[in-house]
């Protein structure tokens, strides 16, 4: 059979690469010293940002990764996209005329020719130099998945040299090696949104995904596999119970959502709780959950 797996949060654990995303995005607006609004140290731009992740609670599935205007993975669902989120809707605040947002951002434009909060979490993410920090569970899972005849693929965002590259320094020999495919682009949306109702939340109502994501679509339809495993819902696992339902996959094997301590609980509950809309999705803790 074969197995589509995502990288990061899968392969590996990002917790450590989100806290450093935070840390130069943090420390970039720390380093403006902007003494007229209060935010001439690290502490008191921590706190700024803490004050603006708690407004953006309030409405959870408003904010996240964007493309094409709309969002494409809400912004608490991993360590990466909770940055990109803070940053969405720290741009939110710009264009709603909040005042502190907008004299930050306008100092950012000034100074570092950086253009919006958006344009500064990617530069953030673009510091790191952390190595990343291996599953030593998954290696295993895969390597006796493929010895037992299995074809894994690995679809991801990250980059086909950078996945390479850390195949090799975890000792992934060619005889146990997944193929990769880098550059998906699964947050990509089209031109049409195309929702799937995944719960009805007691709070907010339906809460939906767009699943118009064509570079995805199309990896997966030339590879067809048989079981996904991911750990972001929206942009591992939204599209294929899409291409399941409309008979373009047969997924006989199954999609799996690879719940870690990052995992949002809120995720979770909607995904495998009473309200859920998509039974089709297995939440794991464990590899032994995923037999191969």
Not at 80 to 103: M, P, T
């Amino acid at each position: 059979m074969r197995i589509v797996m995502d990288f990061d949060g899968v392969y590996t654990d990002p917790t450590d690469e989100g806290i450093a995303c935070f840390q130069h995005f943090r420390d970039k607006i720390a380093n403006l010293k902007l003494k007229a609004v209060g935010l001439e140290s690290s502490q008191q731009v921590d706190s700024w940002l803490g004050e603006a992740r708690a407004r953006s609670a309030s409405r959870p599935f408003h904010f996240g990764w964007r493309s094409e205007g709309r969002v494409s993975a809400f912004m608490f669902e991993d360590p990466f996209i909770r940055n990109i989120g803070l940053a969405d809707f720290l741009d939110h605040l710009v264009e709603i005329g909040d005042k502190k947002a907008r004299f930050v951002l306008g100092h950012l434009i000034k100074e570092e020719k950086i253009q919006s909060y958006g344009e500064l979490s990617e530069w953030s993410f673009h510091q790191l130099k952390l190595k990343k920090k291996p599953d030593p569970q998954t290696k295993a899972w895969v390597e006796d998945a493929i010895n037992k005849g299995h074809e894994v693929y690995i679809v991801s965002n990250s980059s086909t040299e950078k996945i390479e590259e850390f195949l090799n320094q975890n000792s992934y020999s060619l005889t146990t090696r997944p193929k990769v495919r880098g550059g998906a682009k699964k947050f990509g949306l089209g031109t049409s949104a195309k929702p799937l109702v995944i719960a009805k939340d007691k709070n907010y109502g339906d809460v939906k995904v767009d699943t118009d994501r064509p570079m995805y679509e199309q990896a997966l339809l030339e590879i067809r596999p048989d079981a996904i495993i991911g750990d972001v819902f929206c942009l591992d696992l939204a599209l294929p119970i899409r291409l399941q339902r409309e008979g373009k996959l047969d997924l006989k094997w199954g999609l799996f959502y690879r719940h870690r301590d990052y995992t949002p609980s809120q995720m979770v509950d909607l995904v495998s709780g009473r309200e859920s809309k998509v039974p089709e999705v297995k939440v794991i803790r464990d590899w032994s959950q995923v037999k191969s």
